[in-house]
């Protein structure tokens, strides 16, 4: 910005530069889905292409912000960790937020067709985001655990509500109703026993969410000089549906928490 005599309304900008050497999670969520999910027909209780377009997003949103280190994802809303020593936009928040956040949402109008086919974006998504400074490795995998431990829940009451009202019946405040304080082995009883599902065979995904994280895997190719086959390892971005809250994951990939 050029000198001039307009240049002191930059004294009004509030500083937001986030507390150092501590993980920023941003999360990204989507703004009234429940509307748009309706109005674009998504499956209920759960619409794999939705939740697949969710998980292309996070993947490019995490191949393009580096300092992600992880994502998790449920519904309509994802994580990002961001790692402890970053200095990505000079820990500015709203930078960092503002800037995951459009990033995610112009790759969700832009993927849409390769999941939704014909199928036509009646209207644009809108997604908002925050920023939140977790000062230990415990405090983040903790706010992890809330996420996943949520994603469980409201999925095991979306199944059964919508199992009583598409198959049972029932109207939306009558399912309501019914589930209206009960806990967990009531409604796998309500699942079982009137639907014969069985809540732990539904995929991991609805179950457990998806994790992003780079990974070792190996990879097979052939030599240009000597045409012979090659095997090396190289770390990938992977999506991934699995227990985050116990420490296995944790033990298995300790390079996340550097």
């Excluded at 530069?17 to 998504?42: A, Q």
């Excluded at 079982?192 to 179950?207: S, V, W």
């Amino acid at each position: 910005m050029a000198n001039s005599k307009y240049e002191y309304v930059k004294a009004f900008e509030m500083p937001d530069t986030l507390i150092p050497n501590t993980w920023i999670v941003v999360r990204v969520d989507g703004r009234s889905f429940h509307k748009f999910t309706t109005k674009h027909e998504y499956a209920k209780p759960n619409d794999d292409r939705g939740l697949n377009l969710m998980n292309r997003c996070a993947l490019e949103t995490s191949k393009e912000f580096t300092d992600i280190v992880l994502a998790f994802g449920e519904s309509d809303e994802y994580s990002f960790v961001i790692r402890k020593s970053c200095n990505i936009f000079e820990r500015r928040s709203s930078k960092i937020s503002s800037s995951i956040v459009s990033y995610f949402t112009s790759q969700f109008v832009y993927r849409w067709k390769e999941y939704f086919g014909e199928y036509a974006l009646q209207y644009p998504p809108t997604f908002d985001s925050r920023a939140v400074c977790y000062p230990s490795d415990q405090n983040m995998r903790d706010y992890l655990s809330w996420r996943q431990a949520d994603t469980h829940i409201n999925n095991m009451y979306n199944t059964c509500y919508w199992a009583l009202v598409l198959q049972g019946g029932c109207t939306p405040k009558e399912a309501e109703q019914t589930l209206c304080g009960t806990l967990s082995d009531a409604k796998n009883e309500i699942l079982f026993t009137r639907f014969n599902i069985n809540y732990n065979n539904l995929p991991q995904m609805y179950r457990k969410g998806s994790v992003i994280y780079r990974k070792m895997v190996t990879e097979q190719g052939i030599d240009s000089r000597t045409n012979e086959p090659t095997t090396k390892s190289k770390k990938r971005l992977v999506i991934d549906h699995i227990d985050i809250i116990a420490d296995k994951f944790w033990n298995d990939n300790p390079d996340l928490l550097k």
